[in-house]
């Protein structure tokens, strides 16, 4: 029935009022001639009913002859056809229709999932560069392209996926995992130095210690060899090295920093400039380029949303801010400090994270233009690396199979 | 009269829906809730407590109140309301 009524609706259907007592007569001449009648109800004179409105046109002689009221005309068609005769409206809403099927085809940004912001931005800057700019039409992103350009620039994605999913590019990457530095277990291997030092302490849990406590060592020596003598048998064997081997270390630092450092400090005064790019081609509309004569500038580009990528014609806002010069003379200790702090960063930079220091001395000297800092920092840390042993054999069918392979 | 018997002996027989062979009504009771009759010729009477229908032989009288014709047709007539009573009257 809900179909049946909805059906009407849709069609559009007449309200019709019959005051005349002789109601039935009516009915009944109406329903013989295949007109189709519902929601007959009574009322205190007469009764009322409904036709469908295509009914209505057909048999509309035959109505004004049974001399019925006609109430009220409503249905979808109806209403249609009222709003047919509004060209403008109609018109209004074809663009708006046509509008929206446009805008809803667009790709409108670009979502990097996978990566960090920076990366994701990188992304994004390479795919402008490319031509890649967003809005586009879906039809004209070619995922496989996509995925190629990222690839070709950035090596260390070992996996790029790019789809298109509503209004949103999305690129889906995965970084190449680092290569486990640490060697397996079973692979023979000895520990040498990575630097000069003194041997401070040694823990070995498997391989020959050939350095004593106290000993000097350089860069490259070896601390634990993997090669050991067998104790049933005169044979050497092969063993992975296994453990840390600690050395104090100097380093020595000379640092310098100035008495009096030039800071640029902005003014309040900043100018605009405004151009119109068409094709990677600045034309200045207004302001005025370097009205200062020290600056700094920064740029934008103001896309036109649609017109832009179409037509390679955007709208670039230069700012010029006005900067000033001003020398400063640095306080002593500020000076001190600053220069530690370099040290301490530099450091760190050639340390490894478990070091510890020692001893440091420090020395202060100045100039009339420069505070000096000569210090040596003494520390104590992890000198080993393991590296692996290749058997004589085996370096031989490398050897081998490279000349394989050259032939 | 006697050909429409037979008609309706015929589809009894067959197993096939009376009211397509023979020219007798169909009706349908939902409860006390509504009346759809099929075969019908049209409607004699319609009060809010009264409805006629008329068949081929027969008249049904439908007593009640609140009655309310849903859908009627040249087919079918389905009535809404209270239904207190039906009566059937042969028309000879």
């Known amino acids: 029935m809900i179909i049946f009524r909805l059906w009407n609706l849709i069609r559009g259907y007449v309200v019709i009022n019959i005051t005349n007592t002789n109601y039935e007569k009516i009915i009944n001449l109406l329903q013989r001639n295949k007109i189709n009648l519902w929601d007959i109800e009574k009322k205190e004179v007469g009764i009322s009913f409904k036709i469908s409105y295509d009914d209505y046109k057909k048999y509309y002689k035959l109505m004004k002859d049974t001399k019925i009221e006609t109430v009220k005309k409503t249905g979808f068609a109806l209403k249609i056809k009222k709003i047919s005769l509004r060209r403008g409206f109609m018109a209004g809403i074809v663009i708006v229709v046509l509008c929206f099927f446009f805008f809803a085809n667009l790709v409108w940004n670009i979502e990097v999932i996978g990566a960090n912001q920076t990366i994701a931005k990188e992304i994004k800057n390479v795919l402008n560069e490319n031509n890649i700019k967003m809005p586009s039409t879906e039809g004209s992103l070619n995922e496989k392209h996509i995925e190629t350009l990222i690839h070709k620039n950035f090596n260390y994605f070992k996996f790029v996926e790019a789809y298109v999913e509503g209004s949103k590019l999305i690129i889906f990457v995965k970084e190449k995992e680092l290569e486990s530095s640490v060697i397996k277990d079973n692979t023979p291997s000895s520990i040498i130095s990575t630097k000069n030092a003194i041997i401070n302490k040694t823990i070995v849990k498997n391989g020959q210690l050939v350095v004593r406590v106290g000993d000097v060592v350089y860069e490259g020596q070896t601390l634990v060899m993997g090669i050991v003598k067998n104790k049933n048998s005169e044979e050497f064997m092969m063993v992975p090295s296994e453990g840390t081997i600690y050395g104090k270390t100097y380093y020595n630092f000379e640092l310098k920093e100035e008495k009096l450092k030039t800071f640029t400090n902005y003014t309040n005064n900043d100018k605009k400039v405004y151009y119109l790019k068409i094709n990677d081609k600045k034309h200045k509309i207004i302001g005025d380029t370097e009205p200062f004569e020290n600056y700094n500038y920064s740029e934008r580009t103001i896309n036109i949303p649609v017109f832009s990528n179409i037509t390679n014609i955007s709208l670039l806002s230069g700012k010029y801010y006005e900067e000033k010069g001003e020398e400063i003379k640095i306080d002593e200790n500020a000076a001190h400090n600053n220069m530690k702090l370099k040290l301490y960063d530099d450091l760190l930079k050639m340390c490894s994270n478990d070091s510890k220091i020692l001893n440091t001395s420090f020395n202060f000297e100045e100039d009339d233009n420069y505070y000096y800092l000569n210090a040596q920092v003494e520390i104590v840390e992890d000198i080993g690396e393991t590296i692996k042993i290749f058997p004589s054999e085996a370096i031989e069918e490398d050897k081998e199979n490279e000349e394989i392979k050259e032939d | ?92």
């Open chain 2, 1 to 92: 009269m006697k050909l429409n018997n037979f008609r309706s002996k015929l589809a009894d027989d067959l197993e096939i829906p009376n009211n397509v062979v023979s020219d007798n009504f169909d009706m349908r009771i939902h409860g006390n809730k509504k009346v759809i009759i099929e075969n019908h010729l049209g409607i004699t009477t319609y009060e809010n407590d009264l409805v006629g229908i008329n068949t081929k032989e027969q008249t049904i009288l439908i007593k009640g109140s609140k009655f309310k014709i849903e859908e009627i047709n040249d087919f079918k007539v389905i009535i809404k309301g209270v239904v207190e009573e039906i009566k059937i009257n042969s028309k000879e």
